[in-house]
């Protein structure tokens, strides 16, 4: 299996959202910016790209009414 190569931006993205998960928090887009110190607008290529690289996978709120925003899970690494 191939081996992921990820910018020093997307490892950061990525790492934020898995400290959020293990910490039980969900990690919706705000809070990711502000672990991995960036804000929302620096915040989106790397979702995307980290999105592509099937290494996140975003869920949107699943009750209606109760929207938000997305949340983005992490995939383990291979």
Known sequence: MRQVQLSDVEQR???AVAV????????????IAQE????EEQLLAPLHQLT???????EDSPMAGL????????????
């Open 36 to 39: 991995a110190g960036l804000t």
């Open 67 to 78: 929207d938000f925003g997305p949340r983005f899970c992490a995939r383990q690494m291979a």
């Open 13 to 15: 993205v990525y790492d």
């Open 20 to 31: 959020l998960e293990a910490r039980g928090q969900v990690p919706y887009p705000d809070l």
């Open 52 to 58: 592509e690289k099937n290494l996140l996978h975003r």
